[in-house]
Antibody, heavy 121, light 111 residues
Framework: QVQLVQSGAEVKKPGASVKVSCKAS????????IHWLRQAPGQGFQWMGIIDPRGGDTRHAQKFQGRVTMTSDSSTNTVYMELSSLKSDDTAVYYCARPGVWGLITYFDHWGQGTLVTVSS | QSVLTQPPSVSGAPGQRVTISCSGSSSNIGAGYDVHWYQQLPGTAPKLLIY???NRPSGVPDRFSASKSGTSASLAITGLQAEDEADFFC???????????FGGGTKVTVL
């Protein structure tokens, strides 16, 4: 069965960076891209970006311009999302998600368990 | 502030029918992009409930149904059960964001 397993919770100080991993299993890693989303406490979801695990091409939301880096490692079926220059309002649960269809115009039928990132001085 | 607008909460007695609205604009639902729905239990990742406006993934009870019209969509839950207490979110593609947009979520309470 398809599984996305994310790394554990992180506590960071403002200005620091955080790197979250997402290890995929149960399907051929290169046949689906992976999206990253986040959910601030009590809020809806915010789409952050997408990575093509075949070659590492990425696209991200304008809001995260210059702060987000997504990478993939096909040798371990793992994708990574690094967010830099953290601020308190980056405190959220970060999710990786596999889409139902390839591309940006899609839905998400498999999700990681989420990684809580807390930004606090 | 979410791109798609949902009511914060709805409630109903067991067995009743409740509906959740999702209002968008010409850059998302109104542009013809599909609407999808998710159920999120406390402390867990979302679960896909409806995709492509009205399609249920395998395993989702037919008590859940959805539709789309114009710039809005709605999710209906018939025969409300205690286990349906959760947050529900709508999602669509938004051309201004060049990515997915979500509603702020609706908490369903079973009275």
């Amino acid at each position: 069965q398809v599984q996305l397993v994310q790394s554990g919770a992180e506590v960071k100080k403002p200005g620091a960076s955080v790197k979250v991993s997402c290890k995929a299993s149960g399907y051929t890693f290169t046949t689906y891209n992976i999206h990253w989303l986040r959910q601030a406490p009590g809020q809806g979801f915010q789409w952050m970006g997408i990575i093509d695990p075949r070659g590492g091409d990425t696209r991200h939301a304008q809001k995260f311009q210059g702060r987000v880096t997504m990478t993939s490692d096909s040798s371990t079926n793992t994708v990574y999302m690094e967010l830099s220059s953290l601020k308190s309002d980056d405190t959220a649960v970060y999710y990786c998600a596999r889409p139902g269809v390839w591309g940006l115009i899609t839905y998400f039928d498999h999700w990681g368990q989420g990684t809580l990132v807390t930004v606090s001085s | 502030q979410s791109v798609l607008t949902q009511p914060p909460s709805v409630s109903g007695a067991p067995g009743q029918r409740v509906t959740i609205s999702c209002s968008g604009s010409s850059s998302n639902i109104g542009a013809g992009y599909d609407v999808h729905w998710y159920q999120q239990l406390p402390g867990t990742a979302p679960k896909l409930l409806i995709y492509g406006n009205s399609n249920r993934p395998s395993g989702v009870p037919d008590r859940f149904s959805a539709s789309k019209s114009g710039t809005s969509a709605s999710l209906a839950i018939t025969g409300l059960q205690a286990e349906d207490e959760a947050d529900f979110f709508c999602q669509s593609y938004d051309s201004r964001l060049s990515g997915s947009a979500f509603g702020g979520g609706t908490k369903v309470t079973v009275l």
